[in-house]
């Protein structure tokens, strides 16, 4: 125990000098290093651990010049499939031995930053958490097969290069509408700049930018090749098995490139609408499976699980109706998604964390007034499901992971996390991602000794601070956290092996940012509510913080 009090010793210390110097967020915050060498993971003294259990609820949290309270109010309900099973009772055992309660209460503030704090903490039902060894599961022909088979039973899958492809009256519509365009004098660029933001370009950009007229040549010149209708050619789903016709001779070519392996195909229903089919093997996503519904051959609908903050007649229709658009219930959705993953082959090794409301975005040619280039289609609802490993489960965070240090950085392989997830609503299922599947490797340690709550909730505050730290044109920049939650992560040292790594206990914060800022007089204000993106993730083994978009 005084050998852990040392070390927090250290970090909070780190984190106030950090404080003092640091210009970027990025490089005041003490990250998890991805070192695979187990040293920092030790068996817990069960001991300690049934001393724990005595802690009283009351603790007092020293932070960043602000205080913890820790608080025994009534924890809300969340919008998660398994909460009846995680919240936090007299009767968890984890809990008591972490000492923690059901709530989180706490406060900070300097200058233009705050924090408010009135969360929920979840932790699993578990005596327990061990350290486990995972590595990339391979891409194999047969989890090709069976994925095929679960989404498409035996429907033809056809070659997508040669099926989603621009047909002679695709090609025609396209030039009515920018002949159009011509004739009243409106997108001098072409379809894909919004003309409001053409006073940012120099001439010299201008100069080098298509033209509207351009566009209509390319049109009149793809039509003498292009088809009366999309090929349909069979194929059977694997990797660099999509290919065109091409060459002097007009043989197929395939779509394997160097290291990268792809494939796309179509599958046509009987409705009318189509799904699109995508295999991908690339450096940072070792498996990429993506399945995605379209009402029209060459147009995709964007799905994202909402940000609570974008509803309302500008941007989006109220929650309640979207809901009553969905025409299922959550429930509803978790039962047509839970069949899906049977078929998969993987309900025994995942659950669903949570379903969300998600907007359908029908991707555009023409650049809308906001210049998104999208408009809303549809709402439907998103399932997560992640890895259950002896009974505790992998947090369900939004971020892709697979990002470098910097742009210099031509050696590291990155490697993008797990991820399972669909979206359906009264039509069926519209968008499917597996990515990056795991095996589960040795148990390296059984009992893994971890900081206590209200430890770790000290480090949170100094370190969210250190991380805000550059806000030169913020007036103010305030988090309000109301989820805390305890799960496991996966890291990976991308210096050892870039795939494998370890599953490892960290604390996620989950709640709402507010940015109000004043750029040269022009003043604004931002909120983002995501119930999935975490504001700082923080190892429970040693207290280090991760940096999400790196993997360590």
């Given amino acids: 125990m005084q050998n852990r009090k040392i070390k927090i010793m250290g970090l909070a210390a780190a984190a106030f000098v950090l404080a003092g110097c640091a210009k970027t967020p990025d490089q005041a915050v003490v990250r998890q290093k991805g070192d695979n060498s187990l040293a920092q993971y030790q068996e817990a003294d069960t001991t300690e651990a049934e001393a724990g259990k005595a802690a009283s609820d009351d603790d007092v949290v020293s932070g960043a010049q602000g205080e913890s309270s820790i608080s025994d109010q009534d924890a809300p309900g969340i919008e998660a499939a398994d909460a009846p099973d995680a919240n936090v009772s007299s009767t968890n055992a984890l809990a008591q031995r972490l000492q923690v309660p059901e709530r989180y209460i706490a406060s900070d503030s300097e200058g233009v930053y705050e924090l408010a704090c009135d969360a929920q903490v979840i932790v699993p039902d578990a005596e327990k958490v061990s350290v486990w060894k995972v590595s990339q599961r391979e891409f194999s022909q047969e989890l090709i097969d069976r994925v095929t088979e679960a989404f498409f039973g035996d429907r033809p899958v056809y070659n997508g290069d040669t099926y989603f492809v621009e047909t002679k009256e695709d090609l025609l519509e396209k030039l009515e509408r920018y002949k159009a365009w011509q004739a009243e004098g409106s997108h001098p660029y072409g379809p894909y700049v919004f003309e409001d933001s053409l006073q940012y370009y120099s001439e010299e950009d201008l100069a080098e930018m298509p033209t509207l007229q351009d566009y209509i040549d390319a049109c009149e010149q793809n039509y003498a090749d292009a088809p009366e209708e999309p090929d349909r050619s069979e194929v059977t789903p694997a990797l660099g098995a999509s290919w065109w016709i091409g060459g002097e001779n007009g043989e197929k070519q395939y779509n394997q490139d160097g290291e990268t392996k792809w494939f796309i195909g179509a599958v046509e229903m009987d409705d009318g609408t189509f799904y699109e089919y995508r295999l991908g093997n690339r450096q940072d996503m070792p498996m990429e499976i993506k399945v995605q519904r379209k009402k029209e051959r060459l147009e995709g609908v964007s799905w994202n699980v909402l940000d609570l903050n974008e509803l309302g007649p500008e941007r ?37 964390r949570a379903v969300n409301l998600s907007a359908g975005w029908r991707l555009i040619e023409e650049v809308t007034d906001d210049g998104s280039g999208s408009e809303f289609e549809s709402a439907g609802w998103q399932v997560d499901y992640t890895r259950d490993v002896g009974g505790f489960p992998v947090t369900d965070e939004e971020n892709y992971g697979g990002a470098l240090q910097s742009m210099d950085d031509t050696t590291t ?22 990515l990056n599947l795991y095996d589960v490797g040795e148990q390296q340690v059984e009992n893994v000794e971890m900081l206590s709550f209200p430890e770790v909730a000290g480090i949170f505050e100094q370190m969210l601070r250190i991380k805000s730290a550059d ?23 991308p210096g050892t092996d870039s795939r494998s790594g370890l599953l490892v206990p960290v604390w996620d914060f989950f709640g709402r940012h507010t940015d109000e800022y004043d750029y040269e007089g022009e003043t604004g204000s931002s909120t983002v509510e995501r119930p999935q993106n975490s504001f700082l993730t923080v190892n429970a083994a040693d207290g280090t913080v991760i940096d999400r978009n790196l993997g360590y």
């Fill in 316 to 352: 989006l229709p109220s929650r309640e109706e979207l809901v009553r658009m969905t025409g299922i219930s959550p429930e509803e959705a978790q039962a047509m998604t839970d069949a899906y993953m049977e078929k998969l082959g993987l309900s025994e090794e995942f659950s669903a």
């Fill in 471 to 493: 806000m030169e044109y913020s007036t103010l920049s305030k988090y309000e956290v109301d989820r805390v939650q305890l799960g496991y992560m996966r890291i990976y040292d």
């Fill in 413 to 434: 392989i990155p490697w993008c996390y797990e991820r399972v997830e669909f979206t359906v609503n009264k039509e069926g299922l519209q968008n499917v991602q597996i």
